[in-house]
């Protein structure tokens, strides 16, 4: 019973600022429009199999790079494969690899921060130093280390730039937990003798999550870029992966004769970080007005 | 400022320290026998040996790192793997073209950045600025390497003015430091248009506009100077973006510098310059960052009394 009602109490705190971050959040356009464009890719990646209109990988040498047409939306590659197809194909990558790779590091970030802040001494000095060595590295220098120790390939490209999104969100996450373990409600909770790992996960983390959500949006924008960029260059996916950036790297040699190779995997690329820079953006002005540009 | 400036260049050796530890264990991390990557597939038990003692792979990890540490000192990163020619030659020929696509980079992005920033600042709430700034967040989402195949595609394939790659004449310059530049421009014309948006507010700003100071001398003079600060920093912390930025844009446009090195060097496995070239590219970021403190300091009289 005394469970229940204090439950009760917590949702009624909690509730409140978040349908006040929603009324914020609903008001900005831009980042709805974003959002729901986001939304569609997703669905997309998730329903590939049953939505595309082609087999990804299905050579055609009778339609060979031919223009976009109403058989084929944005016209067929060197083996008469169908790019519409393609790039929903490659949505799934791109997609996968972002969350994942934001996830993966801002699992490990948030953790490192909060433990360092909340035990302080050298615990902090240490993770804040790894942090310092990893900031050190440009990001894409940082993974192209990576993909140097592990090999190149697409799941290696997750690890990559997922390590250069820790201390990001080490620093965010230490931050938040330096004010709040001064907060009075932590205080009371380690009074009744609540456990510092119990304080950390209920107390502390929750507390930390709106920055990091933010964050979150701002960085699978980026993690989707990097990890483009890298199959782009040759060391993510490889060929016949229907990766955007590895689409790109296929139609270049083609340009002047089949623009289509490379203009539509580019335009999914910038479209879908976009959506999330600006989804990012319009999360961070709702959470905080005072961070409003203007 | 000397205490200060003595204080910031020991603070980086820990960090310098820390990144030459985590190189050095680059080659230890990598699966598989260090001195078989180096001794190639081929090789006999006999020649893994004997690369081994060669390399000192035999000896204890700590007396390893010292003479790794005093090799690096003495500018001895060991032979290319692949052309079997000294690491610091390989880099050597390629570091200039890479500094100068960086540096015309930067200028791209001061010169645009400043100019939208300063002109959404001004123009704020207008169409000015609301083109300003989606230019800019799409600045910021635009895959630079798209970019810079569609510039290829324009200038060099269609219109036949401008080379799709390689190095030389300024004409070369364009299209690389263009499309290596205009993220960091982006970025730049956020910033600047915050920075100005805030000095905006300033006392002095009023009293310069009260006593009837023209508002072009406004802007320019009594604004812009101010916000020139933060503007410096931005641009200090953007170069380790644009040196990480290089290493794709030297890959479309066949640039001949170490960004390029780089990439060629992890497809064919060359550890000994992977390994300089990490080195290299952290070493700079920390020093550009450490020049960043200081210019800092030397701008700002208020931190520099604290």
Same mark, same amino acid.
């Given at each position: ?14 509730r ?5 971050f ?55 590659? =060197? ?53 310092d ?35 990001v969100?080490?620093?965010l ?12 409600y ?20 929750p507390g ?10 701002m ?6 870029? =990097? ?9 993510g ?9 590895a ?5 270049? =040699? ?6 289509h ?6 335009l999914?690329?910038?479209? =879908?970080?976009?959506?999330? !820079? ?15 540009? !203007? | ?12 050796i ?32 006999q ?12 000896? *204890?990890?700590p ?47 001061v ?9 959404s ?22 895959? *630079? ?14 219109l ?9 004449t ?21 910033f ?14 009023r ?19 101010n916000?020139?600060? *933060?503007?410096i ?22 640039? *001949?510098?170490?960004?390029?090195l ?45």
């Amino acid at each position: 019973m005394t469970d229940a009602s204090m439950s009760m109490d917590e949702i009624g705190k909690t509730r409140k600022p978040l349908a006040e971050f929603w009324k914020r959040f609903l008001r900005q356009k831009v980042a709805l429009v974003a959002l729901a464009f986001l939304v569609l890719l997703i669905g997309a990646a998730i329903l590939a199999p049953w939505i595309a209109p082609y087999d990804p990988a299905a050579p055609d040498y009778v339609n060979v790079l031919q223009g976009p047409s109403a058989a084929h939306w944005a016209g067929t590659d =060197t083996y008469g494969r169908d790019i519409f197809s393609r790039i929903i194909w490659g949505a799934r990558i791109s997609l996968t690899v972002g969350f994942l790779s934001v996830s993966l590091g801002a699992l490990g970030g948030v953790g490192l921060g909060i433990v360092a802040g909340y035990y302080g001494g050298w615990t902090d000095s240490a993770v804040m130093r790894l942090c310092d060595l990893l900031l050190a590295f440009p990001g894409i220098l940082l993974a192209i280390a990576v993909i140097a120790i592990l090999g190149p390939g697409i799941t290696n490209v997750i690890y990559a730039v997922a390590i250069f999104s820790i201390p990001v969100f080490a620093r965010l996450a230490r931050g938040t937990t330096l004010q709040l373990k001064r907060a009075v409600y932590v205080d009371a909770a380690r009074a009744v003798g609540v456990g510092d790992g119990t304080i950390m996960l209920r107390h502390i983390l929750p507390g930390t999550l709106p920055n990091v959500i933010v964050y979150f949006s701002m960085r699978i924008g980026t993690s989707i870029l =990097t990890a483009a960029a890298l199959s782009f260059i040759g060391l993510g996916a490889q060929p016949p992966s229907p990766e955007w950036g590895a689409m790109l790297a296929d139609g270049r =040699t083609y340009m002047g004769v089949a623009d289509h190779l490379t203009l539509f995997p580019g335009l999914a690329i910038f479209l =879908t970080v976009l959506g999330f !820079n600006l989804l990012g953006d319009g999360l961070r002005d709702a959470l905080d007005p005072k961070l409003r540009m !203007n | 400022m000397l205490s200060f400036l003595i204080k910031r260049l020991l603070g980086t050796i820990p960090v310098v320290l820390m990144v030459m530890i985590a190189v050095f264990a680059f080659v230890h991390l990598l699966p598989g026998d260090p001195a078989r990557l180096v001794a190639g597939p081929e090789a006999t038990a006999q020649d893994v040996a004997a690369v081994r003692t060669a390399l000192g792979l035999d000896r *204890p990890l700590p007396q390893q790192f010292l003479t790794y540490v005093g090799n690096t000192l003495q500018g001895d990163f060991g032979t290319s793997l692949r052309t079997r020619r000294p690491v610091v030659d390989e880099i050597g020929m390629r570091l200039m073209p890479t500094v100068w696509l960086t540096l015309f980079a930067m200028i791209w992005a001061v010169a645009l950045g400043l100019l939208i920033g300063v002109v959404s600042a001004v123009r704020r709430g207008r169409w000015q600025d609301y083109g300003g700034m989606i230019l800019a967040v799409s600045g910021i989402s635009f895959p *630079p390497f798209w970019l810079g195949l569609l510039l290829i595609n324009l200038f060099s394939v269609r219109l036949g003015w401008l080379p799709t790659g390689g190095y030389g004449t300024w004409q070369h310059f364009l299209m690389p430091s263009f499309t290596l530049g205009l993220g960091v421009a982006a970025v730049m014309a956020r910033f600047t248009r915050s920075a100005f948006i805030e000095i905006a507010r300033e006392d002095y700003v009023r009293t310069a506009r009260a006593k009837g100071v023209p508002e072009r001398r406004v802007i320019w003079r009594h604004s812009l100077r101010n916000a020139l600060i *933060p503007i410096i920093t931005m641009v200090g912390l953007q170069f380790g973006f644009l040196l990480g930025g290089s290493i794709v844009i030297e890959a479309v446009f066949a640039w *001949p510098g170490v960004g390029r090195l780089l990439v060629d060097s992890v497809s064919y496995r060359d550890y000994p310059v992977i390994q300089a070239l990490v080195l290299m590219f952290s070493i700079q970021f920390i020093l550009i960052n450490l020049l960043v403190d200081v210019l800092y300091v030397l701008a700002n009289p208020e931190i520099r009394y604290q």
